[in-house]
């Protein structure tokens, strides 16, 4: 038995007999759109009487496994790893196969198909089986869970399992009463039933679908959350109505308080499968299970916003901004300072939300401790300019290298601190569980990093993308303290540059407030955590406030004014403008289209002439 692509399974086994002479077996799926094949595991039964084959006796009579195209990047001998028991799986294609050719002619009883118990079982619901008996390869199908009609393999292999007797009909509609049956009664191991044939007896949106048909799929799906935590459901729910989802809802209630004692519910299960589409950037098709939701728990803030966030990342944002506002209204653990929350940006407020919650809670020890750590500091910072690429500078991008040209030809080597990961200990002792946990490579160590220099050195941050057209200031006057550029409200920032002396009280509170975030969370709830948590500190810590207020601060839109000319036509009146507003502006080293023509912004800045 082949053990799968993604490991053998229990779940949905379909039995085909066969009962035939043949020389090769051919499993596919018949669907007209584009589909991979890959199926949980599959055995081949060669024995008229199914307890005298072994799997040793079958794999020594198989010739070769061939695979109408091959997911796997490497070159795999095929036959070798279905033997081997690593498993198959297509390209996306056509009508994607398997054959299995015998070295000689060979009596196969029955095969054994087990389908993925995962999301995408439902993939398989075209599986086509058949055999051929010589060279030819003139096949006879044998199954064809895509045909309108179930085949009448399928139809035996239900009939088989649930033990139906023989006087009892075997259509259809028969079979589908006698499972429902057999479910309310617990006659058989809902976990081993062949699922995968049954949902093809039945149509949702067809207009003849009765109980019996929302039963065996309520069954389905519940079985596949039980033994995955996902489903097939939108694959369902998309052609059928309101009511009769509401029908299915009850009766997935049903077999989960039967059959797994009431462990989840129609609507656990679909905010799973919205945590799982979100999870995968499907934005699209996460905003439909929500809707789902807030049909039958209209007032559902938690749901408000989930569909608030799919709306907003579909570019929907009046109507992303309406669902956040009347979430907001109907959250019952609601603070006042969601409010300031929202009255700042509406953009991506739930997860601003649960941080802010989150300072608050720990807000007493954060400031306690910043105000401490602020007091110790040395007053007597650095004017030094700290710049970081985690593969060092001599391994950067184009435009990285010439950022770095730029900020030499400003300010001499004594002033800039160049980091890579190769040397960031030497500047800074960051514990060993803030690296574990983000990684040298990612934004989210950037941030710890550049709030350490800045704490224990005082001076000024610049991303490595940062590119000068004049000299920073560097200095620091008699009151002067924390300055960034501001996005939209004081509360908001831009990180990209940081400019603080190692007494300040701003920057201690906040990378205290940082370290609390990752030793009560081990993965980012959201991609500008360090932004986020700014902000909270901002409307929560009066003092935090103050500090920040402190200065007057430049919109960020100012130096990114050549960000966005980066793909078109160069333009030097234009770079004049740009120029004149500002000495510093944040570009990209990711090359879009227009970029890499020799006459565009983003050429001249890599240039610099």
Known sequence: MTQGYFGSTEFDRLRVDIRQSVKRLKLSLSSEAEEFLNL??????????????????????I?????????????????????????????????????????????????????????????????????????????????????????????????????????HPRQPHHLKAYLCACLEHKKFEISRAPWQVAINLTDLSSPAANEHDIKIWAAFLAIQYATTDDSSVLHLLNPVDAGRTQALRKAFDAVSAFHFNARFTFNQMLTRKATVLKQAYDWARALQVYELLLEDEPHNHVYLYGLAACLENTNRYDEAKLRYTQGLSLHPDARPVHKQLMDSSYRRFEARAELCTFVEKHLDAI???????????????????????AQGFENSPPMVKACQRQLHKYHSSDEIVLISEDNYQFYVDIPDFLIKKTGPRTPFFSDILRIYLLCAYGGTWIDATCYLTGPLNTSFGPDESFTAFQVSHPARLSVWYLKGPADSYLLHTWKQALLTYWTHYDEVIEYFIFHNLFEALYFLDPSFKRERDRHKQVSSSVPHAWYYKMSQVFDPDVMNTIVEQSNIHKLTYKIKAGMESSNSFYSHAIRGF
Request: hydrophobic fraction near 35%; proline fraction near 3%; charged fraction near 25%.
């Open 40 to 61: 949980g595991a599959i055995s081949v039964v060669l024995a008229e009487d199914t307890r005298k084959s072994t799997e040793h006796d079958t794999l020594d009579t």
């Open 63 to 167: 010739s070769k496994v061939l695979l109408s195209s091959n997911f796997s990047s490497d070159s795999q001998d095929i036959t070798a790893s279905f033997k081997a028991g690593r498993g198959l799986h297509s390209k996306m294609e056509k009508n994607p196969h398997l054959i299995i050719e015998f070295k000689k002619t060979e009596f196969v009883n029955v095969i054994n198909v087990n389908n993925r118990a995962d999301y995408w079982g439902i993939r398989s619901s075209t599986l086509s089986v058949s055999y051929s008996t010589d060279s030819d390869r003139d096949w006879v199908q044998v199954l064809d869970l895509g045909s309108p009609r179930l085949g009448l393999a399928a139809q035996s292999s239900i009939a088989r399992y649930l033990s139906v007797p023989d006087e």
């Open 367 to 389: 400031t306690t401790q910043g105000e401490h750590a602020s007091t110790a500091a040395n007053p007597k910072s650095l004017n030094k300019i700290f710049c970081y690429w």
